[in-house]
């Protein structure tokens, strides 16, 4: 394999050709979004996609530029643009949270010795996806090119990322290309020629929001009278709280009290591949206007939970949480959250509510339905490696019951 490193663009880190049945492609990588061709990049992207544009990509690399690396691929065929694809590289701090209490199995006290172990090595990873939403974010390609050709690109240009850094002496530890649907996992299983093995994870929680829901009550019909009378009782719970989406210059404001809160949900999660920085939330805002919002609950005049999301076409994307588990006792806010999101995909007239990969059997309450979104993971570490997919499912898999509101 050729590496090519270009003296004229030293935002293009490198460069490479192989062939794809017999046909040259090529492909530039980036490591900064501001030095990406813009109308290139923009063209490539299939469908309008927010986590793929590059305000997006700017907003995420100003909020982590500080301990996070990136790198965007654009990928070309007889010089056209044909797909395109990003990736992070970090060390992932303290991702497993160990078992607490003083009267633990020895199942957990098991798992607490080998969660210290993999804390301890501060593993560096290279994401292909986004390691802080759940979803097929990472890349596209050309809709006129075979999913198997798309795959090898893909597969080409993680190898190309991986022996950069392993030559710049940061080995990269773990691979890891993220969230595939179950119409695209087979082709995706073309990732096996470079190591990569399929693994299981929780799946992700999706509501339908069908058309005839015009507003929230449609949604409150559609219930059976046992959860139609449950989610009135938790809603009155929080009728004492204000509810306001927050403009950028008010996340600013409010910023100290909002990470607070994200930290103490956060800090309770099992696993988490990445934190972020304080700015987090504002920066979104700055770059994504309307696109990216955050809902505050006040008491009183004083913040006590918000929730943020993002607005796309088809999908309203919920992002991250934050609250007092005082509060929430309280004041029901976590579920109080989902029916207002119910509410808000629906007044957006988007078709799905997205509600990520936690709470699985709270958010079933609501109407999601869990969707498997595997993933595929490579690690140097041989043992880690064989053992990947029993690991990710002993360590981060969880026991749930369906429920189903609807009639």
Same mark, same amino acid.
């Given at each position: ?31 900064? #979004?501001?030095? !990406?061709?813009?109308?290139?990049? %923009?063209?490539?992207? $299939? &469908?309008? =996609? ?104 893909? #597969?080409?240009? !993680?190898?190309?990322?991986?022996? %950069?850094?392993?030559? $710049? &002496?940061? =080995? ?117 206007? $309307? ?117």
């Amino acid at each position: 394999m050729s590496v090519t490193i270009s003296p004229k663009e030293q935002s293009c880190v490198l460069s490479n050709t192989f062939k794809a049945n017999d046909t040259p492609v090529s492909f530039k990588i980036y490591t900064k #979004a501001d030095h !990406i061709p813009a109308l290139q990049w %923009e063209k490539q992207i $299939n &469908a309008p =996609s927010v986590f793929l544009a590059i305000p997006y990509l700017q907003a995420i690399e100003e909020s982590l530029g500080t301990f996070v690396q990136f790198r965007y691929v654009i990928f070309y065929r007889n010089d056209a643009v044909v797909g395109v694809a990003y990736f992070q590289i970090f060390r992932v701090i303290d991702g497993l949270k160990l078992e607490e209490g003083e009267q633990l199995s020895w199942t957990e006290k098991l798992k607490n010795q080998i969660k210290k172990r993999i804390n301890q090595k501060q593993l560096r990873v290279l994401v292909s996806g986004n390691p802080l939403l759940t979803g097929e974010h990472g890349f596209s390609f050309s809709s006129s090119l075979s999913e198997k050709w798309c795959y090898d690109a893909l #597969a080409k240009a !993680i190898e190309n990322i991986k022996n %950069e850094f392993d030559h $710049n &002496a940061q =080995s990269i530890d773990i691979i890891l290309v993220k969230d595939f649907h179950p119409d695209n996992i087979e082709n995706a299983r073309e990732l096996a020629q470079i190591g990569l093995k399929e693994v299981e994870a929780d799946p992700s929680m999706f509501l339908r929001l069908p058309a005839e829901w015009q507003n929230f009550d449609d949604y409150l019909q559609a219930l059976t009278s046992k959860y139609r009378v449950r989610a009135k009782k938790i809603i009155k719970k929080a009728d004492m709280l204000t509810r306001k989406n927050l403009s950028a210059e008010e996340i600013i404001a409010h910023q100290e009290k909002i990470y607070a809160l994200y930290k103490n949900v956060c800090d309770r999660a099992g696993f988490k591949l990445l934190s972020i920085s304080p700015n987090y939330f504002f920066t979104l805002k700055k770059h994504l206007h $309307n696109d990216f919002q955050l809902k505050a609950y006040f008491y009183q005049g004083e913040l006590v939970a918000f929730i943020s999301y993002f607005i796309e076409k088809k999908v309203t994307e919920t992002h991250f949480i934050g609250f007092d588990e005082k509060d929430n006792n309280t004041w029901a806010i976590y579920q109080n959250i989902l029916y207002d999101m119910v509410a808000e995909g629906i007044a957006q007239q988007t078709n799905t509510l997205a509600l990520g990969r936690t709470a699985l059997e709270v958010k079933s309450t609501i109407g999601a339905t869990g969707v498997p979104m595997n993933n595929f993971i490579w690690s140097k570490n041989l043992v880690l490696h064989a053992a990947s997919q029993k690991l990710f499912q002993w360590l981060n898999q969880h026991e749930w019951t369906p429920r189903n509101p609807f009639k």
